[in-house]
């Protein structure tokens, strides 16, 4: 079995399990017996690739940047998670949940979002299977993320302003995670990344594993090995990573790196580089690391990219920094929005400004030539283009 992988109690090294009220201990708890014999089942497995296939596009393909290599000399493969239905990762794992609720007959979902690409996920496979679809998001990612809220509506969502704290997703996940205690017989909650409760974390990175199963597939086809030098991704909670790294954290030969976003500078005060300042504790119903004060409040994230500035990352993600099996470093606000800037202008690709921090990790690598590298491009820059504009002046 691997180290790296959750073990029977819920746990990575130290980090996972289920911290959690009393009143959800119910549905958590039906979810833990029934999760995996049901994702294993014939049916199940069908209808989800099915989807995949049909309805999410994928496999999504491996591109070789051949203008973004020759610059920093080294054969780099953009995964093109930005290519899906939705425009980005989060689709793999709401069709998944979607399955899962219908299977263990909930009629009501709800859903947490930061910079939407999950909120959109979840009210299209509402939409599809005909659910009823809440949405909580922060007041303030609902301003900077308009053409995703407009999606949810049109989908026939409801999107519940989060207005306490600092209005972005921390505070969504805790109205979430109200509503469901209130709603606990009808209602599955589809958390979009791997964090929460066991098994959430698991289950989530079960089904963004289809990122690096298809990758291996794949660059064994284009270079004759399946394994790269390095695997790069973003991290907030940690979903797009969780599934890029899922099939390589046991091949010691590759090298993981997962890039957070450090803001305005990890020592600013306005920043989301959780492994750097965060210490050990509970965060949304597992054991993690998390950004907090000396008596365990929670320090405020903040991010240019709606999606990273989360306070915290999945318990995975923190024993693989623990363990030292991966390198997380971050990116600063400026780092990314260039490195977005110049994946557009080398390769005509807009990314996500959360997949242009990964982007801006290759700034500060070296390279000998002959190193094979896949970024994971987790999403497309459509929903951010408001912020480029800004930003850059256009």
Same mark, same amino acid.
């Given at each position: 079995m691997s180290k790296y992988q959750v073990n029977e109690k819920g746990y990575y090294g130290p980090f996972g399990g289920a911290y959690i009220p009393e009143m959800l201990y119910p549905n958590v708890e039906e979810l833990r017996q029934q999760y995996l014999s049901i994702i294993k089942e014939k049916s199940f497995q069908e209808e989800f690739q099915s989807l995949l296939r049909d309805y999410v596009g994928r496999p999504s393909p491996l591109y070789l940047a051949?203008?973004?290599?020759?610059?920093y000399g080294a054969n780099i493969y953009l995964k093109r998670e930005d290519l899906n239905h939705t425009g980005a990762h989060k689709i793999n794992n709401t069709i998944g949940q979607i399955l899962l609720a219908e299977r263990l007959g909930k009629k009501r979902i709800i859903a947490e979002t930061g910079a939407g690409q999950h909120g959109v996920a979840t009210a299209? /496979?509402? +939409?599809? %299977?005909?659910l009823e679809c809440v949405v909580y998001m922060g007041e303030v990612d609902i301003e =900077?993320?308009?053409? $995703?809220?407009?999606?949810?509506?049109?989908?026939?969502?409801? /999107?519940? +302003?989060? %207005?306490?704290?600092?209005r972005t997703?921390?505070?969504?996940?805790?109205?979430?995670? =109200?509503?469901?205690? $209130?709603?606990?017989?009808?209602t599955h909650y589809i958390i979009g990344s791997v964090v929460g409760p066991h098994p959430y974390p698991d289950m989530v990175a079960k089904f963004q594993s289809i990122i690096s199963e298809e990758t291996k597939r794949q660059l064994k086809e284009k270079t004759g090995k399946s394994n790269p030098d390095y695997v790069l991704a973003c991290v907030g909670g940690g979903s797009n990573a969780a599934g890029m790294f899922?099939?390589?954290?046991?091949?010691?030969?590759?090298?993981?790196?997962?890039?957070?976003?450090?803001?305005?500078g990890v020592d600013s005060g306005e920043t989301a580089a959780t492994t750097v300042l965060g210490k050990e504790g509970v965060l949304h119903g597992?054991?993690?690391?998390?950004?907090?004060?000396?008596?365990?409040?929670?320090?405020?994230?903040?991010?240019?990219?709606?999606?990273?500035?989360?306070?915290?990352?999945?318990?995975?993600h923190a024993w693989l920094f623990k363990s030292g099996r991966g390198q997380y470093v971050s990116a600063t606000d400026e780092?990314?929005?260039?490195?977005?800037?110049?994946?557009?202008?080398?390769?005509?690709?807009?990314?996500?400004?959360?997949?242009?921090?990964?982007?801006?990790?290759?700034?500060?690598?070296?390279?000998?030539?002959?190193?094979t590298v896949v970024v994971c491009l987790s999403g497309r820059g459509d929903k951010d283009l408001d912020n480029y504009m800004k930003y850059f002046g256009f």
């Open positions: 051949k203008r973004l290599s020759e610059k299209t /496979v509402c +939409a599809l %299977k005909g =900077r993320q308009a053409p $995703n809220v407009a999606r949810m509506k049109m989908m026939g969502a409801q /999107v519940v +302003a989060a %207005k306490s704290g600092s997703l921390k505070d969504a996940t805790n109205e979430a995670l =109200r509503d469901w205690i $209130n709603n606990p017989v009808d899922y099939h390589y954290v046991d091949e010691e030969d590759v090298k993981i790196i997962a890039v957070e976003a450090a803001g305005h597992s054991r993690s690391i998390l950004m907090q004060t000396e008596d365990g409040q929670v320090i405020e994230p903040y991010s240019i990219s709606a999606g990273l500035d989360y306070p915290g990352i999945g318990p995975q780092e990314a929005m260039q490195a977005g800037l110049q994946l557009t202008r080398l390769e005509g690709i807009i990314p996500a400004i959360e997949s242009s921090h990964a982007l801006a990790h290759l700034e500060k690598m070296n390279f000998d030539g002959s190193e």
